[in-house]
């Protein structure tokens, strides 16, 4: 009960001294968006894993921690900082244990007892250990989104106090260190992880996909910089399709048009690509978003609950791997699962996820706002709980027990936290955005890569 005083008090202090309200949502609206960032913040903040300071790959499920969710949660210490969820003091000294930590687990090519190697870590580590865990693969995207978190903080922290000073230049470190070149294994894209059992993995990154900043922090390193041609190589793969009336660079998952988004501003700057199609990337991803929400209100496999506040499809849980038949129809539900729609691919369930709109705030806000409110309005404490919301639901899924108004689930995802609380942020103040426009590394990758306007014509 002091917790649920405590944290409506701080919100109703947080509201009443705000400057100013978002527009074209009411009060409750904004209400619910200010909790819904603040229970967010704390699965970052109270579900760490002390010894190690990783995130966890999700929760109450405790299996392992997870490099990209930490990076994420990086990220989501600066905005409890600067929403007054907790102290600079606080939120320093949990980002240098971080650091530290990082910086000093084992690296090496063992395929046990590291935790990564030439820079790159493994994509889950064990909780208390923070070594490879089981078998996964050194992963160059879950290591990019470390690095994005991490050059969020070295932006962040300006201070000259002994523990700022110490941050970024352990960012340096930690960032300069990952050899982005040896990546390549000699080719035109960048594989997608490697193993010390039987070397690189054959898929490679190649556009559009959520990869874009991963890449361009591969351009914009001092130490191993991947070649100046890896900007066009990555274009040459998109597809631009129309889809539900929006034409756009096509990928079906929503976190495709997500996540690179989170850190980098692309509103006004273009690449020539886009600068040939007339719009920037920020836009392609508005267009992307409403594609996604017209195509589940059209809803064509006839899925319970789609509708215009109901909808959203990315990367996320789901009920089982099986097939069922529904109203005469098979239809395969799946575990987790990239679940989307574009003109290029389509994978749907059935599933909702609420970090499909919630990431997608930036680009079509009223609208995602909208489904958002009407989900926890909706649904209640089925989906809504201690750290916001559970990371996905099946109205249509009804077999086994428990099931009978659909399936919700019991975890909240690291991954699909973190673009709620971080792309709320961005709509709201812009912070991650402006945060990483500040940072070298992050312009000297978009110039390399050839892009052009906007704010990034006045960065020194």
């Known amino acids: 009960m002091i917790r649920k005083i405590t944290i409506w008090l701080s919100l109703f202090l947080l509201l009443a001294c705000k400057p100013n309200s978002i527009e074209n949502i009411n009060s409750r609206q904004e209400a619910f968006l200010e909790d819904l960032k603040h229970r967010t913040f704390n699965f970052f903040w109270e579900q760490v894993d002390q010894p190690t300071w990783q995130i966890p790959d999700r929760y109450p499920t405790h299996q392992f921690t ?23 003091d606080e939120g320093s000294i949990r980002t240098l244990n971080t650091f530290k930590w990082l910086w000093n687990s084992r690296q090496g090519p063992d395929s046990s007892g590291v935790s990564g190697y030439r820079g790159f870590f493994y994509h889950f580590l064990n909780y208390g250990t923070g070594d490879r865990y089981e078998k996964v693969e050194l992963s160059t995207i879950d290591t990019g989104w470390l690095m994005t978190g991490i050059l969020a903080c070295q932006s962040y922290f300006n ?8 941050i970024r230049a352990l960012a340096d470190s930690l960032f300069l260190r990952v050899e982005w070149d040896w990546a390549m294994n000699n080719n035109e894209y960048m594989s997608m992880g490697w193993h010390p059992e039987k070397g690189f993995i ?3 990154w190649q556009g559009y996909n959520e990869a874009m900043a991963v890449i361009i922090l591969a351009m914009g390193s001092l130490t191993h910089a991947i070649h100046d041609t890896a ?3 990555w274009c040459k793969t998109y597809k631009w399709r129309e889809f539900y009336g929006q034409e756009h660079i096509n990928f079906y998952s929503l976190f495709g048009h997500q996540f690179s988004h989170m850190f980098i ?37 006839n899925f319970k609950g789609y509708s215009k506040n109901i909808w959203g499809l990315t990367a996320c849980d789901g009920p089982v791997n099986s097939k069922h038949i529904i109203n005469n129809d098979t239809i395969r539900f799946r575990t987790y699962m990239a679940r989307g729609a574009s003109k ?4 749907d369930d059935g599933t909702i996820t609420p970090t499909a709109a919630g990431g997608s705030i930036p680009f079509a806000p009223d609208k995602c706002i909208d489904a958002l409110y009407a989900m926890k309005q909706q649904f ?34 690291g991954l699909d936290q973190g673009p709620v609380i971080i792309q709320l942020e961005n709509y709201q103040t812009g912070l991650i955005w402006d945060l990483m426009k500040k940072n070298r590394y992050v312009v000297n990758g978009l110039m390399k890569a050839g892009f052009t306007g906007g704010w990034l014509d006045k960065s020194e």
Do not use: H
Request: glycine share 10%.
């Open 159 to 166: 201070k000259n106090t002994p523990c700022e000073k110490e």
């Open 380 to 413: 209640g404490e089925k989906l809504y709980q201690e750290y916001g919301f559970k990371d996905a639901f099946n109205l249509t899924y009804t077999f086994g027990e428990g099931n009978e108004d659909g399936w919700f689930d019991v975890d909240y995802l």
């Open 265 to 301: 501003d692309f509103r006004g700057i273009f690449d020539p690509y886009m600068k040939n199609r007339g719009i920037d990337y920020f836009e392609n991803s508005k267009r992307a978003t409403l594609s996604n929400r017209s195509y589940c209100i059209d809803n064509p496999f």
């Open 231 to 233: 900007w066009n190589s």
């Open 344 to 347: 290029i691919r389509i994978i």
């Open 66 to 88: 997870s490099i990209a969710a930490t990076g994420f949660g990086l990220t989501a210490y600066l905005i409890g900082i600067e929403n007054g969820f907790i102290t600079r």
């Open 202 to 204: 054959n898929a490679q």
